[in-house]
């Protein structure tokens, strides 16, 4: 197998937003309360959060953080999270049938998020509540004071405002399943609505209006196309969600997913684009991936199956190693379009789907995940430039014919080009040959790579670092060519100086 790519600074995609490594911190299950905050734990800091947890928070990398739902924040009551905790109510959760205590809301979130160097991203309640509740948690978070909302913020220890300047307008609008869910017309009436007095309010915020759940909505596009033509000039950002699981033993299309999410973000881009045709606007809406990842999805029982708990066990996935190298061929696809996605959240951020679990009163570890995302993050800063890769493709039942590898590059301030790929041939490894001709300064590169003769491979509370990355080879340039093995079934991130 040997596939080729030519990497050249003059073709240039987009400038990275640091929040395309974004993560999701929701009011389910355990991400919240024995997730990132736990006062008995014995690493906890003086707030309540645990510090073994903040420690890898910090390593993952996630310059913005969405909060708090999710599906949770369609029946959330904010003021509900504000104030001394013992006059704060213990609510029933409708979304995931949970006990919600209200120990943690936006004062207690907002500061742990700035204190992980993340900036918060908050969604408001478009399913039971509307503008009111919206405009008024926007005064209590930014106003300085003076006011009813500030002066109860300043009263409740948080003397400057918090900042928010990231605002989603509601969840997941289009799903039956939502609390409060909506059609497109009734919803975009409202997201005009909320969004113009939100700004209004402090005009200095960015916000997202929900676009679909997943691509296979019976409403997709319909409802970015309606949703758009009431919002446009009102948002910045449309919403796209997309969770990836392997189905039955058809690891080949689960390694395609990359291609989907390509083919899902040009169609939001598409229709965006024609929004603003039909509209004569001038901006362009750019794209929120808020939700991303490997969920196995069809071992969730569905919400109404779920019995009344307390921080309950929700969606734990364990990932192996094919769950990282498809989470790190994901991230190669949102860099791919770095110059319309701006923002990206994986959701979610601990031991809800996530790259970090934890146990109560125990350990803290990184799952497979952890470990492309964290790389991309820390090394995928800077120019995305355009990589057109030639080599074999392999057949797959859902997306048709795929190339084996995928890959893109990012060029950052020192002039370090990092090519991420993965080789998705399940047996064979790669030769990839680099044309690196145009940038004669590179000399040097480092390869490590997620990979494993065990595919299935975990990382669990026993054997917390049984995948890491592993470190492949140095490769050097000669006659402005680089050469790298990409074994088989494998992640990679090849920096060259
Ligand atoms: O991340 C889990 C859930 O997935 C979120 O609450 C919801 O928005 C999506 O359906």
């Known amino acids: 197998h040997h596939a080729a790519l030519t990497i050249d600074p ?6 990275v937003d640091p929040r395309l490594y974004g993560s999701f911190v929701e009011h389910m299950g355990r991400c919240v309360y024995t997730g990132i905050f736990e006062p008995r734990h014995e690493s906890a800091d003086d707030d309540g959060f645990r510090g ?19 599906n949770f924040v369609s029946g959330y009551t904010w003021e509900d999270g504000i104030g001394p905790r013992e006059n704060r109510p213990t609510r029933l959760d409708l979304a995931w049938r949970s006990v919600e205590t209200n120990e943690i809301g936006v004062d207690e979130f907002t500061t742990w998020a700035r204190r992980m160097g993340s900036e918060p991203m908050m969604a408001v309640n478009l399913g039971t509540r509307g503008i009111d509740a919206a405009r008024n948690l926007v005064e209590y978070a930014n106003h300085p004071g003076g006011t009813y909302w500030s002066d109860l913020r300043r009263g409740n220890g948080f003397a400057e405002p918090h900042g928010i300047r990231l605002w989603c307008l509601g969840n997941e609008m289009d799903g039956p399943w939502q609390i409060g869910h909506k059609t497109a017309t009734e919803y975009a009436r409202l997201a005009a609505e909320t969004a113009k007095a939100m700004r209004r309010m402090d005009p200095t915020i960015e916000l997202v209006v929900c676009g679909s759940s997943h691509q296979r909505m019976p409403t997709f596009g319909d409802w970015e196309a309606t949703v758009l033509r009431e919002t446009y000039d009102l948002v910045d950002y449309v919403s796209l969600h997309s969770y990836y699981e392997q189905r039955g033993d058809d690891r080949g299309s689960f390694l395609a997913s990359g291609a989907n999410m390509d083919r899902f973000i040009e169609s939001v881009i598409a229709t965006c684009d024609h929004a603003r045709g039909v509209g004569q606007h001038r901006k362009r809406i750019n794209l929120s991936f808020d939700e991303w990842n490997v969920w196995y999805q069809s071992r969730f029982p569905g919400e109404d199956n779920l019995d009344w708990g307390e921080r309950p066990r929700l969606i734990e996935d364990q990932y192996s190693v094919v769950d990282a190298v498809v989470v790190g061929s994901l991230l190669i696809s949102l860099l791919r379009h770095a110059d319309r996605v701006r923002i990206a959240c994986l959701a979610q951020l601990v031991n809800v789907i ?33 990589v057109e890769p030639t080599g074999p493709t392999y057949e797959t039942s859902w997306m048709g014919e795929v190339p084996v590898v995928d890959a893109t590059a990012v060029r950052d301030e020192s002039g370090v080009v990092t090519l991420f790929a993965v080789n998705r041939d ?21 390869h490590v790579g997620v990979f494993d003769t065990d595919p299935e491979a975990t990382n669990t ?3 917390p670092d049984r995948v890491t990355p592993t470190r492949v080879a140095d490769v050097k340039v000669a006659d402005g060519t680089v050469t790298a093995v990409l074994p088989a079934l494998s992640w990679n991130m090849i920096q060259l100086r």
């Open 10 to 15: 003059a073709f240039r995609v987009g400038d």
């Open 426 to 446: 399940q047996h064979e490894p790669v030769t990839l040959t680099v044309d690196v001709r145009s940038l004669p300064t590179l000399v040097t590169g480092e």
């Open 354 to 386: 996530a790259p970090i679990r934890s146990e109560p009163g125990g350990p803290a570890w990184r799952q497979t995940t952890f470990h492309p995302f964290a790389l991309t993050s820390r090394h995928g800063r800077g120019t995305v430039l355009r």
């Open 461 to 463: 509370a026993g054997h």
């Open 52 to 70: 073994d947890v903040a420690a890898l928070v910090r390593e993952l990398g996630t310059p913005v953080l969405r909060y708090p739902g999710g």
